[in-house]
């Protein structure tokens, strides 16, 4: 799948004061990880499993 059709989502700890923002877009497989500044720069792919460690971790 190309990373162009994804639903992306940003961070409800984002704000719009231009600071530091986050996307995802969670697919069956993975989850896709972007900089809502920089829609068109590098993205991040890692696996559903190791999304769910990092969240854990972070809550």
């Known amino acids: 799948m190309t990373t162009a059709k994804l ?3 940003k961070s409800t700890h984002s704000d719009g004061g231009g600071g530091e923002c986050v996307e995802i877009a969670a697919q069956p497989r993975a989850v896709h990880i ?13 696996p559903r ?6 969240i854990s971790y972070c809550t």
């Open 49 to 54: 499993a190791a999304w769910a460690d990092f």
């Open 34 to 46: 972007r900089d809502s500044k920089r829609r068109s720069g590098p993205q991040l792919s890692i």
């Open 7 to 9: 639903t992306w989502v």
